[in-house]
């Protein structure tokens, strides 16, 4: 594989020189940096193109790891070739779709099935729906004290339409025992040598039978990308993307629930720590529960590198996304906190995609100021002021904040 790689430190340094990286700006706490410059503490990155895909934010090379840079976020849904991608194996499977088969089974599955790219195709209404995919850890790297673990900033995340086939009717076809209790997901990724468990994952039987949950084959009307799961992921619109088995080629109906490294140790957190509604009862123990929904969130996407704004001729715009109840209002306060401005939402693309707001740049005293950006959702959730400290820095949804210089 080769790697195309561009050093941007240049236009690091660009930007923190605004922040204040070097200590200059007016008394603004120095734990804000990280949320202005997404995570970037080190002070460089490194913007690294795989195959098909534009220059993203190298997190690790193997497993294979790159996060969207903010500036794709301007557009409701995020290109292909911008897409984030994440491995947990070292190696991304490269599939022949001619011989690539979809097996279904399992203790709980009346018969099993095996199904060429054709058959899904042909013998399966196909259905569309636009959805985001976010990392439990998206925004890691931005909790203060810092939690080990992948440092995402804002970019472990995308929204895209795709294209499928309902899971239900699949099941459906294979049959479902009285007994099954979850439906499982393995994929073409082979687990690897250095010892890691291979990458299975489970959901409960409501949320697999649910309509909005697909077998998807197009993403953004194209072929899902080799690197976010060709031929073929499960799509559970309104879940973090743990879920989102890429690659999928075995799906099994269970009559216990799944007890893998992935289910019972790993994307966990104490329970009752966020207001979830859809839960995983199933996996849960006295202590901790699995991340399910993705939290009520939002971001300021207009504002990356240029920190001034005129009053009267400057937007401020951004995104903002929930689980799925939809997004009831975004609001900005530009004296932290203390009053909060309604923003405009833009169209809505379904309750599962991210909705772009904006707001006008008002007149205000002084030349430099703080915004912060909050949603809430039409189930009254709201955006936290402080991050909800958890051990695996998952689901971070504080308010976003930015520092824009006015000039009149
Ligand atoms: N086969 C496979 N599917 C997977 C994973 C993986 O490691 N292997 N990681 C999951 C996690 S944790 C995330 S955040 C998403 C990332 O999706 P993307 O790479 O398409 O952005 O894929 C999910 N599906
Ligand atoms: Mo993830």
New binding site residues.
């Given amino acids: 594989m080769t790697l195309n790689r561009r050093d941007v430190t240049t236009r690091l340094l660009a930007g923190m020189a605004w922040t204040g990286f070097a200590g200059a700006a007016a008394g603004l706490p120095r734990k804000l940096l990280a949320a202005t410059q997404q995570g970037l503490a080190a002070g460089r990155e490194v913007l690294v193109a795989l195959p098909g895909k534009v220059a993203l934010r190298r997190l690790t090379e193997r497993p294979p790891n790159f996060e969207t840079p903010l500036e794709y976020f301007r557009s409701v849904l995020t290109p292909n070739e911008a897409?984030?991608?994440?491995?947990?194996?070292a190696v991304i499977p490269e599939i022949a779709a001619e011989d690539f088969r979809l097996e279904i089974g399992g203790p709980a599955a009346e018969r099993s099935l095996s199904l060429s790219l054709a058959d899904l195709r042909r013998d399966f209404p196909a259905t569309e729906i636009v959805a985001v995919?976010q990392?439990?850890g998206n925004r890691r790297g931005l909790f203060e004290p810092p939690v080990a673990g992948l440092q995402w900033g804002h970019g472990?995340m995308?929204n895209a339409r795709w294209r499928g086939v309902r899971l239900a009717d699949l099941l459906q076809r294979a049959g479902l025992k009285s007994s099954a209790v979850e439906i499982s997901f393995d994929?073409a990724?082979a687990p690897p040598l250095e010892g890691t468990p291979d990458?299975i994952k489970s959901l409960p039987l409501v949320k697999a039978l649910h309509p909005d949950t697909l077998i998807a084959y197009e993403m953004n009307g194209a072929p899902l990308p080799v690197?976010?799961?060709f031929p073929l992921r499960v799509v559970v619109p309104g879940w973090t993307?743990?879920y989102?088995?890429?690659?999928v080629n075995r799906i099994s109906a269970l009559d216990a629930s799944e007890k893998n490294f992935w289910m019972t140790s790993a994307y966990r957190m104490p329970r009752q720590l966020f207001p979830l509604v859809e839960r995983f009862p199933g996996q849960e123990t006295a202590e901790r529960a699995p991340v399910t929904e993705i939290a009520v969130n939002s971001l300021i996407t207009s504002m990356e590198r240029d920190g001034t704004l005129r009053a009267g001729r400057s937007a401020l715009s951004g995104i903002a996304w929930d689980a799925g109840r939809g997004i009831d209002r975004v609001e900005l306060s530009f004296d932290r906190g203390a009053s909060w401005r309604r923003c405009e939402l833009g169209e809505d693309l379904g309750p599962y995609s991210f909705r772009i707001w904006r707001s006008d740049w008002p007149t205000l005293a002084g030349d430099l100021h703080e915004v912060w950006a909050r949603a809430a959702n039409k189930a009254g959730q709201s955006q936290v002021e402080t991050p909800i400290a958890n051990p695996s820095g998952y689901q971070h949804n504080a308010y976003h904040r930015v520092r824009v210089e006015a000039q009149s």
């Fill in positions: 897409f984030f991608v994440r491995y947990h194996h995919c990392c439990s472990a995308g994929a990724d990458f690197p976010n799961g993307a743990t989102w088995l890429k690659h």
